[in-house]
């Protein structure tokens, strides 16, 4: 029977100040906060740690990142404070050297604690037991979560699996950062984190040394890892690598391609990708057969795969619907090892057309910051489709019965559907230059099902890029940021 180790939390004022990476404010507090947060409460006093207490840390550093369930909580307008600057104290007149603070803390709408849930396995209860038990007494001398203002008690517990689910609050869910610089990114705390608290700590103590009248500024914690926290009724990031279609003969002018021949490109993208990671080291350890191309027969429809979708120009009323940019993007939640090798070896490789076997265009890597792109993997509530979704199956003309198919589509690219907040199917397009889902070319084994062009709205924003129904590994049921 697997158990679980919970610390739960409980914040004395329903306030909390805490900020995460790029000084964004933070919730719900990341897992490495509280670890640090626990070590405080451990060494208050002065206090020496005992060599079990010490070891239980080291053990808790090497667990996978909790599950956390929180209360919801709501970002404030936000206040000044005006603080004495402490730069420097040559004057006395610290009144006139006030220095803006902003605070713009999370206010708790439940009163409900946090819990923090790490699972044990019954193969490792027997050497884990005492590591734990050790934690759930350390945890009630945690003083405060946050900043030093927000105090808050602490209580640890040993769990079953029906305790862990009938706590109160939103569960959040942790998932591979795309990147270290991203502003969602949560600290967690991983092997030698404890030791690197110690050397922050010892660096801090140190900072003022008044034989010499001299300060060092104390070293910061530098020892973590980060992951993305999202909860249940939002996705994680797709990682993706986008490319802008140049032309073949060097000239200023890419070549463009009308919007109905999206499947043919996705096609010819594909098989640049296949050709590329036919041999190639990258995939000694993985599946490419399954992954790029695709290949899995029966379970192919919830295989983790690359999906290769082609992006028309979409955006303001003179946009003309063509394609000028692609995109190659990993399943919800992936590392982003894949696409990053796809943006390495794609960039500068030609797409053959392979009736002529002449090349078509040249992929060229772009930036995030491409307007067309941001279109595509911006964060929203609202999206619309640029290509009709194709229905896991025949609707009989009936829009109910469409809605039902919807749903399953929705499911079966791996999206929960307690995300979803309302939907609406219609055949005419939502975007200029954006044509009726007959107008569309779609592989022979999908002309039987049905088309439908669909708005959905999320109940939180969600990332991109967003494809949902049986084509969507070939750019239809493509979707764009709602206008």
Not at 29 to 38: D, G, H, I, T, Y
Request: glycine letters at 6%; one cysteine or more.
């Amino acid at each position: 029977m697997t158990r679980s180790l919970c610390i739960s939390i409980t914040l004395l004022d329903p306030f909390f100040h805490g900020r995460a990476g790029h000084d964004k404010p933070e919730w719900p507090p990341s897992p490495m906060r509280l670890f640090q947060a626990l070590v405080a409460g451990a060494c208050a006093g002065g206090r020496r740690l005992p060599a079990s207490t010490e070891a239980a840390f080291r053990w808790l550093e090497r667990r996978d990142p909790p599950l956390i369930i929180a209360p919801r909580a709501q970002l404030t307008i936000g206040h000044k404070l005006f603080v004495p600057n402490n730069d420097g104290d040559k004057r006395p007149d610290r009144q006139a050297r006030l220095t803006e603070k902003p605070v713009r803390p999370h206010r708790l709408v439940e009163d409900d604690p946090l819990h923090y849930v790490w699972d044990i396995a019954d193969s490792e209860w027997s050497d884990a037991r005492t590591h734990a038990e050790t934690l759930c007494q350390e945890a009630r001398r945690l003083l405060a979560l946050g900043w030093g203002s927000d105090m808050a008690i602490a209580n640890g517990r040993i769990l079953a699996p029906t305790d862990v689910l009938a706590l109160r609050g939103i569960q959040w869910k942790h998932w591979t950062a795309t990147s270290l610089l991203t502003s969602d990114a949560s600290r967690v705390p991983t092997q030698d984190s404890f030791s690197d608290l110690a050397r922050a700590h010892k660096s801090f103590l140190e900072s003022i040394d008044v034989s010499r009248n001299l300060y060092r500024p104390p070293e910061k914690p530098r020892v973590f890892d980060t992951f993305e926290y999202r909860s249940a009724d939002c996705l994680p990031r797709r990682p993706c690598a986008g490319f802008m279609l140049e032309s073949t003969a060097g000239d200023d002018r890419g070549p463009a391609f009308p919007q109905f021949r999206i499947a043919q490109i996705a096609a010819m993208l594909r098989s640049r990708a296949c050709q590329a990671a036919r041999d190639d080291p990258h995939w000694a350890a993985a599946d490419s057969e399954k992954y790029v191309a695709g290949h899995a027969g029966d379970a192919e429809e919830s295989l983790a795969r690359f999906s290769y979708l082609p992006l028309p120009t979409v955006g303001p009323h003179h946009a003309d619907g063509l394609i000028r940019r692609v995109l190659i993007a990993e399943p919800y939640g992936a590392a982003g090892e894949h696409s990053r090798w796809a943006k390495l070896r794609l960039n500068h490789t030609a797409l053959i057309d392979e009736q002529s076997g002449k090349p078509y265009a040249v992929l060229a890597a772009i930036g995030d910051r491409d307007g067309v792109f941001a279109a595509y993997i911006g964060d929203t509530e609202n999206w619309l489709t640029v290509t009709p979704v194709i229905l896991p199956g025949r609707d009989d003309h009936k829009y109910q019965k469409a809605e039902k198919l919807l749903i399953q589509a929705i499911v079966q690219a791996g999206i929960d559907f307690a995300a979803v907040w309302e939907l609406s199917l219609q055949k005419a397009p939502f975007w200029n230059r954006s044509r009726h889902p007959r107008d569309y070319y779609v592989p022979a084994h999908l002309e039987r099902f049905s088309r439908w062009h669909v708005r959905i709205r999320f109940r939180q924003p969600v990332p991109g890029p967003l494809a949902i129904g049986t084509g969507r590994h070939c750019g239809l049921g493509l979707f764009a940021v709602g206008r």
